[in-house]
Antibody, heavy 124, light 110 residues
């Protein structure tokens, strides 16, 4: 059974870089067919897609965040990571990692697997 | 990239049916059959309920169904149960960015 688990600092100072890692267990990122995603949810608000990556390293980002976001993959560790630079209080949110069977990978199945989420607070 | 439009809230009594709409444009909902729906209980991660407009993943009750007409997708829950009370989000593939979510709808079971 594939599971996702986010990890990283829960507190980041303004102007610094937020860094999170998602560890995939029970299955291989390299098996293909899925895009590995980061999604966030501001307190009391809706879901916001940040971006995703294929095991090959191909990435797609939300245009509104693209200038500050980098998503990378480490297939040897079965992990993918998020870096969000120049953070402000507006980046305070619960960050989820998720798996999508994307149309881009040839078979759409939506975000069928999610991590539990991790709250990141931006504050000095 | 604008969020898909959902009603802020809907409500219904146990046993009734409710429908949540998700309105986009021809560049997203109307242009592709890549619409999905998610249920989120407070403090929990979202759960996939419908994908590709009307397909249910294994384990999702058949009380949940999806459809689409033009630029609007819909999620219908029949035989409403107390456990269905949650927030619901739609999502679509878009031509400008692979993914866009709706603003979310709070379902209250009266």
């Amino acid at each position: 059974q594939v599971q996702l688990q986010e990890s990283g600092p829960g507190l980041v100072k303004p102007s610094q870089t937020l860094s999170l890692t998602c560890t995939v267990s029970g299955g291989s990122i390299s098996s293909g067919g899925y895009y590995w995603s980061w999604i966030r949810q501001h307190p009391g608000k809706g879901l916001e897609w940040i971006g995703y990556i294929y095991y090959s390293g191909s990435t797609y980002y939300n245009p509104s965040l693209k200038s500050r976001v980098t998503i990378s993959v480490d297939t040897s560790k079965n992990q993918f990571s998020l870096k969000l630079s120049s953070v402000t209080a507006a980046d305070t949110a619960v960050y989820y990692c998720a798996r999508e069977g994307s149309v881009l990978s040839g078979s759409y199945s939506g975000f069928d697997l999610w991590g539990r989420g991790t709250l990141v607070t931006v504050s000095s | 990239q604008s969020a898909l439009t959902q009603p802020a809230s809907v409500s219904g009594s146990p046993g009734q049916s409710i429908t949540i709409s998700c309105t986009g444009t021809s560049s997203d909902v109307g242009g592709y059959n890549y619409v999905s729906w998610y249920q989120q209980h407070p403090g929990k991660a979202p759960k996939l309920m419908i994908y590709e407009v009307s397909n249910r993943p294994s384990g999702v009750p058949d009380r949940f169904s999806g459809s689409k007409s033009g630029n609007t997708a819909s999620l219908t829950i029949s035989g409403l149960q107390a456990e269905d009370e949650a927030d619901y989000y739609c999502s679509s593939y878009t031509s400008s960015s692979p993914v866009v979510f709706g603003g979310g709808t709070k379902l209250t079971v009266l």
